[in-house]
């Protein structure tokens, strides 16, 4: 989970402090610095709050490890071209199975 890394490195990207974002965010600085130190996890309401804030997808912030991608791919998502809020690597594959499933 890349979570608090990912929060940490979207924030510093923006050159924003914790009192920034968390005044931003309604939440206190502790609890936004215990986000991104990983010693505390938030719930959904302050989850759907951050993806909104930095416009990414939970998804991408809890799985994808932001700070190992490449600039333009980080640049990409910051513009609003996440795929898993897009939905641009999407295919829809059909296939037909017998009654022997095969």
């Known amino acids: 989970m890349y979570f608090g890394q990912n929060i940490k490195f979207l924030r510093k990207r923006r050159g924003l402090t914790q009192e920034d974002v968390s005044n931003s965010l309604n939440l206190k600085r502790s609890t936004l610095n215990n986000y991104e130190n990983l010693v505390a996890q938030p719930g959904m309401a302050s989850l759907i ?14 799985r994808v490890d932001l700070p190992k991608l490449p600039e333009s791919q980080v640049r990409q998502i910051e513009k609003g071209y996440d795929v898993f809020i897009r939905g641009t690597d999407l295919r829809v ?3 037909t199975i017998g009654g022997d499933n095969e």
């Open 49 to 62: 709050a951050i993806s909104d804030y930095y416009k990414v997808a939970i998804d991408t912030l809890i």
């Open 93 to 95: 594959l059909a296939t």
